[in-house]
């Protein structure tokens, strides 16, 4: 039997289900929808002329989603600032989404409250910890989301209610319908990457097969989908313990298109994933290149397309099967997807708290 197909030895890897997390993302989106809308944040949309989001890693991405989402619709600046410090743009027209899934990211509290005391108008998105303690005291607009989740896991919690704030602001377009096709879209494609599902007939087990020994590169094309190709990166690192690394079409074919042309024992236990939603003009002619060029070199290549009719779908199509994939590959690594040892090290050294 395929290691990936004895489930109750791969359950022994896994002791806070971590692939249990990724498979109840559709039910996380779905809470994190009716949390937000029926949430009363009482904010005045006239005064904004910027959204800024602050946060680190699990977290931020959320920011860089919403950026995503929004590209071809917000009708203002959407930026991400991860870090201690703020840009100096931030006044009392900007609207600062502070999100921290467990509320004591040192760096997002810090930024929150400089925000603050900039004039911005604050929302804390957050389970709990020093950033909802910041919120109630200043009484300023907060969206609790439940505990329990590894930050990663909690990308429907981190990612909804900033999104359906700017839609109760109409800064973007009504998102309920999109949200309805994101779920409906992930509750069926669960069924194909569930653990129950045999490898020979599992898109998300026989891709961890591919990569496994091998290091990943993810690209993206177009710039705008480029945080789909960081969101597989990102869970690559934490989940399998891989190193991975991204990068997006047009650019790379300005610079990164050279290194292909390496010698073999450089590039031998490489892997590469593109991800697209549609391939056109000159854009499948960059892509075919690429591809051709790359399987001439004898490197395992993966095409995966997103679909939907909503841009909210679109990204999560795009990573759903990454989640997945990501928890197969530390499996077969024989890893606990959930740990992050070298992280709680370090926030120990610094002396952060490990919640």
């Given at each position: 039997m395929e290691k990936l197909d004895q489930i109750n030895e791969l359950k022994k890897l896994d002791p806070q289900d971590m692939l249990g997390s990724v498979y109840r993302l559709p039910e996380q989106i779905e809470e994190a929808s009716k949390i937000s809308?029926?949430?009363?944040?009482?904010?005045?949309?006239?005064?904004?002329?910027?959204?800024?989001?602050?946060?680190?890693?699990?977290?931020a991405?959320?920011?860089?989603?919403?950026?995503?989402?929004?590209?071809?619709?917000?009708?203002?600046?959407?930026?991400?600032?991860?870090?201690?410090?703020?840009?100096?743009?931030?006044?009392?027209?900007t609207l600062v989404f502070a999100v921290s899934y467990s509320g004591n990211t040192v760096e997002t509290v810090n930024?929150?409250?400089k925000s603050y005391e900039k004039g911005a108008i604050v929302v804390s998105i957050t389970s709990g910890g020093k950033l909802a303690e910041f919120?109630?005291?200043k009484n300023l607009p907060l969206?609790?989301?439940?505990?329990?989740?590894?930050?990663?896991?909690?990308?429907?919690?981190v990612t909804i209610p900033p999104l359906?704030?700017?839609?109760?602001?109409?800064?973007?377009?009504?998102?309920?319908?999109?949200?309805?096709e994101t779920i409906d879209y992930l509750r069926k494609k669960r069924e194909e990457f569930k653990v129950e599902n045999p490898t020979d007939v599992n898109p998300a087990k026989k891709l961890a097969k591919m990569l496994y020994g091998r290091i990943p590169l993810i690209y993206s094309v177009e710039e705008r989908w480029a945080v789909a190709g960081y969101r597989w990166k990102c869970q690559f690192n934490e989940n399998s313990k891989y190193p991975a690394f991204t990068h997006f079409f047009p650019e790379l074919n300005h610079n990164e298109i050279m290194s292909w042309e390496a010698d073999s024992q450089i590039i031998n236990d490489l892997s590469l994933i593109f991800l697209y939603i549609s391939l056109?003009?000159?854009?499948?002619?960059?892509?075919d290149f690429m591809k051709e060029k790359i399987e001439a070199?004898?490197?395992?290549?993966?095409?995966?397309?997103?679909?939907?009719?909503?841009?909210?779908?679109?990204?999560?199509?795009?990573?759903?099967?990454?989640?997945?994939?990501?928890?197969?590959?530390?499996?077969?690594?024989?890893?606990?997807?959930?740990?992050i040892g070298f992280i709680n090290e370090l926030k120990l050294r610094i002396g952060q708290s490990l919640s």
């Open positions: 809308y029926d949430t009363e944040l009482r904010l005045d949309r006239r005064s904004i002329n910027k959204v800024l989001i602050l946060g680190m890693g699990g977290s991405i959320g920011g860089d989603i919403l950026k995503a989402i929004a590209f071809d619709s917000a009708r203002i600046p959407i930026l991400v600032n991860r870090d201690y410090s703020l840009p100096n743009y931030i006044d009392e027209n930024s929150a409250v919120a109630k005291e969206i609790q989301i439940p505990k329990g989740l590894a930050p990663r896991a909690a990308i429907g919690y359906v704030v700017l839609d109760q602001l109409e800064i973007v377009p009504s998102q309920k319908e999109a949200i309805r056109e003009g000159e854009m499948k002619i960059r892509v070199r004898g490197i395992p290549v993966f095409l995966w397309q997103g679909e939907g009719k909503y841009s909210l779908t679109k990204f999560f199509s795009l990573t759903y099967l990454g989640d997945f994939t990501t928890v197969y590959l530390a499996y077969l690594a024989g890893k606990d997807p959930f740990a």
